[in-house]
């Protein structure tokens, strides 16, 4: 069983995406996703 990690939107705090967590990383991961709730493409940072 992978252990998951949700992504969380910058501008709303909506957790949209799911991705495979990385068991030696560092830092948090921040990715540029759509947010169907916000409507535009905004930074969505890992949640802990």
């Known amino acids: ?3 998951k990690v949700a992504l969380e939107c ?3 705090g ?3 995406y799911s991705v495979p967590a ?3 990383r560092e830092e ?3 990715l ?3 947010c169907k ?3 535009k493409m905004t930074v969505h940072r890992e949640t802990r």
């Open 37 to 39: 709730h916000c409507g």
């Open 32 to 34: 540029n996703k759509f």
């Open 14 to 16: 909506r957790r949209n």
């Open 28 to 30: 948090r991961l921040e």
């Open 22 to 24: 990385r068991p030696n």
């Open 10 to 12: 910058s501008q709303c």
């Open 1 to 3: 069983m992978v252990k």
